[in-house]
């Protein structure tokens, strides 16, 4: 069965750490862009953080952008959001993201995506 499943969510104090992981089973996440999103109470989902498939290309949500790492380590079929300096405005429900998108000379694309059920994180004093 394809899974992503997403851990390490939980409560932490303005200014601290945390670490989520999100672990693959039933495929191998190789060929995947992995990302990571959130979405907040009464926000849009945003993208976080994306890295590409070979690990050489990352992006960050300006709001996060020297705060927030996207690492992933395709022997361990996992990737790792790692949060520093969390702030309030970083409660939200984190879900993991793998999506695969190949567009082929005759313009026709094939693309395959799954998604994790979420982890919460909840910034508070």
């Known amino acids: 069965q394809v899974q992503l499943v997403e851990s390490g969510g939980g409560l932490v104090q303005p200014g601290g750490s945390l670490r989520l992981s999100c672990g693959a089973s039933?495929?191998?996440?190789?060929?995947?862009?992995m990302s990571w999103y959130r979405q907040a109470p009464g926000k849009e989902r945003e993208l976080v953080a994306f890295i590409s498939s070979g690990g050489g290309s990352t992006n960050y949500a300006d709001s996060v952008k020297g705060r927030f790492t996207i690492p992933r380590d395709n022997a361990k079929n996992t990737v790792i959001l790692q949060m520093n300096r969390l702030q309030l405005e970083d409660t939200a429900v984190y879900y993991c993201n793998a999506r695969f998108e190949f567009t082929l000379p005759t313009r026709k694309t094939t693309r395959s995506e799954y998604w994790g059920q979420g982890t919460q994180v909840t910034v508070s004093s």
């Open positions: 039933g495929f191998s996440i190789g060929i995947y862009g």
